[in-house]
């Protein structure tokens, strides 16, 4: 009876892997359309008439900034160096303990102003506005801690542009970011509503943004690259088909451009969710499909910005474990989206997508790994099974990562040849020496969920060289 | 079974692997080498190659990005048969080809092309922002082409006639201060837009006579446009506008204040009494940033006037300003 239970939770597992990696593989045909695609729109782009147009539609860069002391100058510089035609960046320092204010102040040559905004969106007291004797277009407001989404509400209130980009403090963009992905907003604005693009991540992201395409280094440590090769196979394998099939679900909190007014229609960023970015996407796409109305939220293939990875184990179980915890809370709120026809694509795929491979996971991936483990102890299969379906398993994953890396070098020639080969070669390697850590932190955050745990538990930045 | 069906998985995906790893190392050996050097100009072979795909209409995404390219590449090159493929390219029922024919012709940019780009303007069957934008990237060649669009019986021409002429500071003057009377309102706004890089020509008669019109947008118009033209004399009619319904409005009449500096501060000072509590706040906003605050906070901290200020502002005003005070007195010690 044992036996043929643990046979059969085997093979219900085992086919869950099956049907996930076969789910994968009909997405990346649909992302290679998508790609492509946008690959020959990117390449036939105006680029340089956008960026001196006075029809370009300008834009407000919002950066919620916590304890970013370390960070904070490079990517606030990173932001004012914009190429594009008209935009502000707002910095809401949200209650930083730490010097990140006195940074600012200091590099950006900081004066307190009294400024009368328009409070449309709740938000913690606004303590100080400050504008820049240097740079006309940057405004930092340094407000009572809220949180990440109540920092962005109150930047909202301050905004002036049609369209506003929420950006993360620990991320540095090309100088061309904002002109790729509003671009794709220009040719619609009465239909985009969101657009968001892809980021790598790097241990030290103003070293690789420093190099140009083509020559951009990846991080010899393995941790960091298999990082980047997760950020890859997440953006250029899944949002893209995502995109194409109207189901993209998650505006990353690093980058991601919304209109105004569908921002302030919908309330602004939730402040109950552990995490913003995610529950937004799914908030709007809820509000939209169920009025009917004619939308587009979009994610595009170029890379546009690199954002810090953790340097360790410990700092990547926390950010994954959070992340896991917001999906979650996410997909369970939203659970009337489930399998409902009246919310389309985003209802009878984007959501139980979600909730097959991110809420249900790690359950069934520990239920998987412990049935195998009493089927090895039992002697239900031979070694040479075990090995074989590790090596299928491995060589399956590696072969999604080696799609993503394609994927993204036909559309960027980002990275140096030696540093693909070297991501192609890791690649096999990621179920034994990454995917263990991303199984423990993606279990943790499922317990916290459990617990009803809504804490950031935030991470030291990585030390940089000088 | 189970080892059997691991064992094809494992065999696939491994020789998957290795195929798309050769894809991406090869694929970037041959970008490398192919386009380290890459060429504008087309001739021979890729020449008819590239005349075959934009001529040729498409039945698919990647046909019409092919087509896309295709006219790209021979509009860039100035191709001697750039111009017919564009032309007919520009009356493509698909929008990225329409599209990549205006970037075409703004990219060969003489004559015949602006004389294109001014008619898709006028017809309307392609984006007008994406023509817009090529036909003021031309400036000044278009220049006296586009005064017939003021008086075209479409609105959106008009707007865009209107819109485009701000490069052009020396032409359509009475034409633009016609258009403030506008039945249409973004005529109406985008002529005063325009005026606002213009003074003379009645510009400013009219500008203030939009400070009172019904639309908020042509409001936010006239008083960034009348701070420009009018000067201080317009000063007390824009800052009437702080005490607008709209928040825009508002804002647009402190950035005009604003800009004219110390011009506007008798009529600020006026508005520092006003029964409107926005009113009040935006003008002592204005005499904030235009250094006023800052001026009698060192000369004169006891003044009657800073009182008033202080009062129409609010605590974190005065606060902000002391700061201020502080910083530079620390900084001039220093």
Request: charged residues 25%; contains cysteine; glycine residues 6%.
């Amino acid at each position: 009876m044992t036996t043929q239970l643990l046979t059969v939770v085997v093979l219900t597992c085992l086919g869950y892997l099956l049907l996930t990696n076969v789910v994968a593989m009909v997405f990346i045909l649909v992302g290679a359309v998508e790609n492509a695609v946008r690959r020959h729109d990117s390449r036939s782009a105006d680029y340089s008439t956008l960026a001196s147009s006075r029809f370009t539609i300008p834009v407000s860069v919002i950066v919620a900034a916590y304890n970013e002391e370390a960070v904070i100058e490079n990517t606030v510089r990173s932001l004012l160096d914009f190429e594009y035609p008209e935009f502000e960046v707002i910095v809401a320092n949200d209650g930083s303990s730490d010097g990140t204010l006195e940074r600012m102040r200091e590099a950006f040559a900081l004066e307190p102003y009294e400024v009368f905004v328009r409070r449309i969106l709740q938000s913690e007291e606004v303590r100080g506005i400050y504008r820049s004797a240097a740079h006309p277009n940057l405004v930092v407001l340094d407000k009572a801690n809220g949180g990440k989404a109540d920092a962005w509400n109150a930047g909202l209130n301050v905004a002036r542009y049609r369209y506003v980009c929420g950006v993360d403090a620990d991320t540095v963009f090309d100088r061309n970011a904002l002109l790729k992905v509003m671009r794709f907003a220009i040719q619609d604005p009465a239909r985009v509503i969101g657009v968001t693009s892809q980021i790598t991540t790097a241990k030290n992201p103003e070293r690789m943004l420093a190099a140009p395409p083509g020559r951009r280094p990846v991080d010899s440590e393995p941790l960091m690259v298999y990082q980047l090769l997760d950020f890859l196979r997440a953006f250029l394998n899944n949002r893209l088909a995502w995109s194409r099939l109207g189901f993209m679900l998650c505006s990353p909190g690093g980058f991601q451009i919304w209109r105004r007014d569908v921002l302030e229609e919908v309330g602004g960023y939730a402040r109950s969710f552990t995490c913003e970015d995610i529950e937004l996407t799914f908030r709007v796409h809820e509000r939209f499909l169920r009025e009917r109305r004619d939308y587009h939220v979009h994610c595009l293939p170029d890379s546009i910005g690199v954002t810090e990875g953790p340097d360790s184990i410990a700092k990547l179980i926390a950010q994954r474990e959070r992340w896991q915890r917001v999906i979650n809370e996410t997909v369970v709120h939203y659970r009337r989206m489930w399998f409902n026809p009246r919310y389309r694509s985003v209802g009878l795929v984007g959501a139980p997508f979600y909730l097959l491979t991110e809420v249900l996971s790690p359950a069934i991936e520990l239920l998987g790994i412990g049935s195998l483990v009493a089927a090895a102890a039992l002697g239900l299969f031979e070694p040479v099974a075990f090995v074989a379906i590790l090596g299928a398993m491995a060589f399956t994953n590696a072969a999604l990562t080696a799609c993503a890396i394609l994927f993204d070098d036909l559309q960027s020639r980002m990275y140096r040849r030696r540093d693909l080969a070297r991501m192609l070669m890791l690649a096999p390697f990621d179920l034994v020496l990454y995917r263990p850590f991303i199984f423990w932190a993606r279990l943790k955050g499922s317990w916290r969920f459990l617990r009803r745990d809504k804490g950031w538990y935030k991470f030291d930045r990585n030390v940089r060289a000088a | 079974m189970l080892l059997r069906i691991a064992v094809s998985v494992f065999a696939v995906s491994f020789v998957g692997w290795i195929a798309l790893s050769l894809t991406v190392v090869l694929g970037r050996l041959w970008y490398d080498a192919r386009y380290r050097n890459p060429s504008v100009s087309v001739s021979g072979r890729r020449a008819r190659r590239l005349l075959r795909r934009a001529a040729r209409p498409a039945r698919t995404d990647w046909g019409s990005w092919r087509r896309v390219a295709a006219l790209t590449r021979l509009a860039r090159a100035r191709h001697s048969a750039a111009p017919r493929l564009l032309r007919r390219a520009l009356e493509d029922p698909d929008p990225a080809v329409s599209a990549a024919a205006v970037r075409g012709l703004g990219a060969l940019g003489d004559e015949w092309a602006i004389e294109q780009l001014i008619d898709a303007l006028r017809r309307g069957h392609v984006s007008r922002s994406r023509v817009a934008s090529q036909l003021e990237r031309l400036a000044p060649l278009p220049g006296a082409q586009l005064l017939r669009l003021l008086s075209d019986d479409d609105p959106t021409v008009r707007f865009w006639g209107a819109t485009l002429l701000a490069g052009y500071p020396e032409i359509g003057g009475g034409s633009l201060v016609a258009l403030t009377r506008d039945e249409d309102p973004n005529v109406r706004a985008a002529a005063a837009e325009t005026l606002g890089e213009r003074p003379g020509h009645g510009a400013a008669d009219a500008l203030l006579a939009l400070l009172d019109d019904p639309e908020w947008f042509v409001r936010v118009h006239a008083a960034r446009s009348a701070g420009h033209v009018v000067g201080a004399a317009g000063a007390p009619a824009i800052a009437h506008l702080l005490s607008d319904t709209r928040w825009w409005v508002r804002t647009a009449a402190k950035d005009a204040l604003r800009a004219l500096g110390r011009e506007a501060v008798p009529a600020l000072v006026r508005v520092l009494g006003s029964p409107d509590r926005f009113a009040r706040n935006g003008a002592a906003e204005v005499l904030q940033d235009i250094g006023v605050v800052d001026q009698l906070a060192v000369q004169d901290p006891q003044s009657q006037l800073l009182a008033r200020i202080y009062a129409a502002g609010g605590e974190r005003l005065r606060e902000a300003a002391e700061l201020r005070a502080a910083t530079r007195a620390r900084a001039e010690a220093a």
